[in-house]
T-cell receptor, first 113, second 116 residues
Framework: SQQGEEDPQALSIQEGENATMNCSYK?????LQWYRQNSGRGLVHLIL?????REKHSGRLRVTLDTSKKSSSLLITASRAADTASYFC?????????????FGTGTRLTIIP | DAGVIQSPRHEVTEMGQEVTLRCKPI?????LFWYRQTMMRGLELLIY????????DSGMPEDRFSAKMPNASFSTLKIQPSEPRDSAVYFC??????????????FGPGTRLTVL
C-alpha cells in the first residue's frame, strides 16, 4: 500500500505556537502532497514536494521530505485559530501516469485561542 | 471557475432504495475521482476516470456500486440497493494533465449520505 500514515492522530496547541505533523509511507514515490480538510468540507491542496526535493516553503507552511526514511513532515508556523482542521498526506507512487493518491487517516489539529 | 460541483449536498434515504450522486468536474480537467469518507475507514478512493474511461475501480466495495462518466463534464455514482453501512460522505475530485507529476486534486464539497 502507498498509504501515507500521519502522526500524531490528534494535536492541540496554543495559538501562535508551531505545529508539526509527520507522515510515513511504504514505497517509492513520485511526489508527496499535503491536504487540509476543514470540518464538513472537502480537502484542499496545500503543498506538493517532489521526490528530488528535500524542503519546500509556502507562506507559513514548511514541508520536508526524507526519501531514505520514507517520511515527510509538515510544519505550520505561528498557528492561528483558522488552522484548526484535519491534515492529510498523500504519497503519489512512481508509476508514470498513475494518478492514484492514497490518503491516510489524518492528523486532527486544534488551535486553542 | 465554480470548482467541482456535487449534488445533492445531503441525501437521506431508506435501505433498499437507489441513490445517485452527481459530480461536475472543473472544466478542462481530464481526471475524475470518487472517494468515500467515514470515521471508521477514513478517506477511501472508490474509482477514478481519465478522459472519461475508468482506470482503477479496485476500491468499489461491491456490485451494488457503479460509476459512469458519459462525458467530460459529468459523472454519477450509483448505489443500488443502498444499505445503512453505505452512510458516509462521498467526495468527487478532479485534476488536470495526467502526464504531469505535479497534478493536485481539487475536491468538491461532498454529498452526505444517510441510509436509514
Amino acid at each position: 500500500s502507498q498509504q501515507g500514515e500521519e502522526d500524531p492522530q490528534a494535536l492541540s496547541i496554543q495559538e501562535g505556537e508551531n505545529a508539526t505533523m509527520n507522515c510515513s509511507y511504504k514505497t517509492s514515490i513520485n511526489n508527496l502532497q499535503w491536504y487540509r480538510q476543514n470540518s464538513g468540507r472537502g480537502l484542499v491542496h496545500l503543498i506538493l514536494i517532489r521526490s528530488n526535493e528535500r524542503e519546500k516553503h509556502s507562506g507559513r507552511l514548511r514541508v520536508t521530505l526524507d526519501t531514505s526514511k520514507k517520511s515527510s513532515s509538515l510544519l505550520i508556523t505561528a498557528s492561528r485559530a483558522a488552522d484548526t482542521a484535519s491534515y492529510f498526506c498523500a504519497p503519489r507512487i512512481s508509476n508514470f501516469g498513475n494518478e492514484k493518491l492514497t490518503f491516510g487517516t489524518g492528523t486532527r489539529l486544534t488551535i486553542i485561542p | 471557475d465554480a470548482g467541482v460541483i456535487q449534488s445533492p449536498r445531503h441525501e437521506v434515504t431508506e435501505m433498499g432504495q437507489e441513490v445517485t450522486l452527481r459530480c461536475k468536474p472543473i472544466s478542462g480537467h481530464n481526471s475524475l475521482f470518487w472517494y468515500r469518507q467515514t470515521m471508521m475507514r477514513g478517506l477511501e478512493l472508490l474509482i477514478y476516470f481519465n478522459n472519461n474511461v475508468p482506470i482503477d475501480d479496485s476500491g468499489m466495495p461491491e456490485d451494488r456500486f457503479s460509476a459512469k462518466m458519459p462525458n467530460a463534464s459529468f459523472s454519477t455514482l450509483k448505489i443500488q440497493p443502498s444499505e445503512p453501512r453505505d452512510s458516509a460522505v462521498y467526495f468527487c475530485a478532479s485534476s488536470s494533465d495526467p502526464q504531469s507529476s505535479y497534478n493536485e486534486q481539487f475536491f468538491g464539497p461532498g454529498t452526505r449520505l444517510t441510509v436509514l
